[in-house]
């Protein structure tokens, strides 16, 4: 919701011709790219990178008798 209210108020500055139009555009730009990546990108890396490693907790407690 951030991203989105900072993407509207930028977008007086991205359209309207003049010498801060590229600046408008770039952190549009940016915004838009960094909250795809947040919500998309970032957890699919860690989903990949976690599904590889053997989970070392239950391996841990597989290997040692219980006391009980």
């Keep these: 919701m951030t991203a989105l209210?900072?993407?509207i108020g930028m977008l007086p500055m991205a359209v309207?011709?003049?010498q801060n139009q590229p600046l408008?555009?770039?952190v549009i730009g940016?915004?838009?790219f960094a909250t795809c990546?947040?919500?998309f990108l970032v957890p699919?890396?860690?989903s990949l990178v976690h599904s590889r490693q053997?989970?070392?907790a239950n391996q841990a407690g597989a290997a040692?008798?219980?006391s009980h």
């Design 5 to 7: 209210a900072m993407v």
């Design 16 to 18: 309207e011709a003049g």
């Design 24 to 26: 408008g555009r770039a």
């Design 30 to 32: 940016g915004l838009m």
């Design 37 to 39: 990546a947040t919500l």
């Design 44 to 46: 699919a890396i860690f």
């Design 54 to 56: 053997p989970d070392a």
């Design 64 to 66: 040692t008798p219980s």
